[in-house]
């Protein structure tokens, strides 16, 4: 979609906000250059730590190791209780965009736009402390380890809502590729379900010229593979979505020799519960059924990893609300596909009404990949909806 003028988006990004644009692109640069991966974010847990100690703000550190919670109080008084999140860690990837800014830990970089998610929290933070002209309250919460670890669920686990009541939980991500400053979400299920399996097929090693002799795990786990195949195009109900993928096969080690083992790994992705429990069942039956006739056999790691994202209802409006303030009706699309990649932020909107929306960054690199770099033009837009959806919910009506 385009947008109707150029002003489209700038009509709803705060001017406090866009004349710092400068100063907050130096944070999140900061942030880029020193990318930690899960639950080692030290040095990214200290510098946002300092930058919301001098907003004048109290710091709650240590749920879930690196993980913060910064609280703000409205100058009108009591009411409801909202939390913000972002995400901080890094990916396991060696940066290629010779920035000048680019990654100072080899192996290790920005390539989700974590830096530019904490940015735009610490802008709003900021500008809100300045001047918090609402009612309630409203938590900062700065999460580690969202890539695979499953941060939120830790900080979850460790009392992130009993020791910061609140209402109602949000979230925000950049999406790349989509025009610029328009905000992305749908009701309901919008990130997948991720699970990840482990296969060991376990045969007998033999002369590669004498098939005969042994059990091929190679041929068992090739048949595995193709197997796997039709579980969503015959278990699941083409009005569901699921996905099955082998990413690793590992085995043998010269010409000649059949091994005794090989090694598959790979992920599930499902929207909802039923599908979830389907697809395992199914696929510990393709497994185990292709390696009896075989004569081989599996040991099977299946292990469940973050459940899908679901929007509820009413904080899903109030999200679009404070978005379409942000930039315009035009520029806010309500029934964005759902999206089959994972976000641990689910765990939290499992314990807390919520919503989660995605801020396109326009044309560039996708995420998770080594010339990824985010779009800094993008922080005075996400922080301006942070600012929106306080005061949206609460700031009393006059």
């Known amino acids: 979609m385009q947008h109707e003028t150029d002003d489209d988006i700038a009509q ?31 040095r990214t847990s200290a510098f946002v730590a300092a930058r919301l100690t001098s907003f004048g703000l109290p710091v709650h550190r240590g749920l879930a190791g690196t993980g913060l919670v910064a609280t703000l109080k409205g100058a009108r008084g009591e009411g409801p209780a909202i939390g913000l999140r972002a995400d901080m860690d890094a990916l396991d990837i060696h940066e290629a965009t010779n920035l000048p800014w680019r990654s100072d830990t080899p192996g290790k970089m920005h390539a989700c736009g974590h830096d530019g998610h904490m940015t735009m929290l610490l802008a709003a933070a900021r500008h809100l402390s300045a001047d918090p002209d609402f009612a309630g309250t409203v938590h900062f919460v700065f999460q580690p380890a969202e890539e695979n670890e499953g941060g939120a669920r830790v900080m979850v686990e460790q009392g992130l809502f009993e020791h910061f009541p609140m209402q109602a939980v949000y979230g925000l991500h950049n999406w790349p590729n989509a025009p610029f400053g328009t905000f992305l979400g749908r009701p309901g299920p919008m990130f997948a379900a991720f699970d990840i399996f482990e296969v060991r097929v376990i045969g007998r090693g033999a002369h590669a010229a004498m098939p005969q002799r042994g059990i091929d795990p190679v041929l068992t786990a090739s048949l595995i593979v193709a197997q796997l195949q039709s579980i969503v195009a015959r278990a699941v109900s083409p009005q ?43 696929f510990r039956a393709v497994v185990e059924g292709v390696c009896a006739a075989q004569g081989a056999r599996a040991e099977i790691r299946y292990e469940r990893r973050y459940p899908a994202l679901v929007n509820h209802g009413a904080e899903f409006a109030h999200a679009l609300d404070a978005a379409r303030l942000t930039a315009g009706a035009g520029a806010v699309v309500a029934d964005f596909e759902p999206i089959m990649a994972a976000e641990d932020f689910a765990y939290m909107l499992e314990k807390a009404p919520g919503a989660y929306l995605c801020l396109a960054s326009g044309p560039g690199a996708n995420l998770h990949n080594a010339q990824y770099d985010f779009n800094d033009a993008l922080i005075p837009v996400g922080a301006s909806y942070w600012v929106h959806l306080v005061h949206s919910l609460l700031r009393p009506a006059a």
């Open 12 to 42: 709803g990004v705060l001017p406090a906000l866009a004349q710092a644009a400068e100063e907050f692109t130096s944070w999140r640069r900061t942030l880029h250059a020193m990318p930690e991966t899960a639950f080692e974010e030290q």
């Open 240 to 282: 569901e979505a699921a996905v099955v993928t082998v990413t690793q096969i590992h085995g043998g080690d010269t010409w000649n020799v059949i091994p005794d083992e090989v090694l598959l790994r790979g992920t599930v992705r499902t929207f909802t519960s039923e599908v979830r429990d389907l697809v395992e069942q199914r």
